[in-house]
Each structure stands twice: as C-alpha cells, then as structure tokens.
C-alpha cells in the first residue's frame, strides 16, 4: 500500500475553518478528482460529515471511534491499522483528513501532495509540521492562486 496524503493548506499551514475549506480553487478540486478518483480515499468522520457524502468513483473509508456510525456507501473502521484489514496492496490509497487523521498518517506516509494556497486565510484547523520527514519536492502544477508540490523522502 503506497500512502499519500493530499491537502491543501496555507503558508501558515491552515487547512480549515469551522469544517470547511477557508478559500474557493476550482482548479484544486478538479486537480484533487483527477488523482484520487479511482483510488481508496481515507478520512475522518468531521471530514465526512463536511462533505456529506460519499466522493464517487472512490472507495470511501472513514475512521470514527463510534462503533454505531454507519454510511451507504462508506466502509467504516475504528482506527488507523484497521486499514490492513483491506486487500490494498500495490494500491494508492490518498489519507484526505482531517487534522488528526493527517498527525497520525504523517510518519507513515510515502508522499504528500500539497496544494501550496497563495493568499492568507484565517483558520482553526492546522496541517503537521511535516518539513522535516519530507525534504524533497517536486513542482507538479502553478497557478496564480496555489501552488501543487509533491513532498516525498
């Protein structure tokens, strides 16, 4: 299982307001639907719950300690290692958030992608320092508002 978390976030590393995105990139959602659609998506229930919804074309799986939470069309499991409990080997699956999940993924992860948002928003979610587990990075795509980096070992 390769293990790659996709955000987005600010200099400051803000990732959220009040269970939303604090900002409005078009261009970074279709950029976040074109690399996960087809691939395992794992988040927490806050992010769920944000969305509302299963993302088509994913394998949703969302991590809750509530043992009675259940979703159509999502697959539930109690924490992190449950996730080996899937037949994803050799698969991509992207780590989506939200904050706590993204802590405990972080000295796990192959890679992360990150939108790297120009402008200052303010916000209460925060994305791990990650600098130091990740020296290296590569350009993937610019933009006047944001910025796609690849972080990797």
């Known amino acids: 299982m390769i293990l790659t978390a996709i ?13 939303d995105l604090p900002w409005n990139l078009p261009d970074d959602l279709k950029f ?3 690399h996960t659609s087809g691939h ?3 988040m927490g229930r806050k992010t769920f719950d944000s969305i509302g919804r299963p993302l088509p074309k994913r394998q949703n799986i969302v991590i809750t300690r509530d043992p009675d939470w ?27 958030g939200g904050e706590q999940i ?3 993924f972080l000295p796990i992860l192959n890679e992360i992608i990150i939108t790297h ?17 990740f020296p ?5 795509l610019e933009q006047d508002d944001f910025v796609i980096r690849r972080h990797f070992k």
């Open 7 to 19: 955000v987005a976030m600010t200099p400051e590393r803000i990732i959220g307001k009040n269970g």
């Open 32 to 34: 976040f639907k074109k």
């Open 40 to 42: 395992p998506i794992v």
């Open 70 to 96: 259940s979703h159509n069309g999502v697959e539930m499991i109690q924490n992190p290692e449950d996730l080996n409990n899937f037949q994803l080997i050799n698969q991509r699956v992207f780590i989506i």
């Open 102 to 104: 993204y802590r405990f």
């Open 117 to 133: 948002v120009t402008d200052y928003h303010e916000g209460d979610t925060y994305f791990p320092e990650y600098s130091h587990l």
């Open 136 to 140: 290296n990075s590569e350009l993937i």
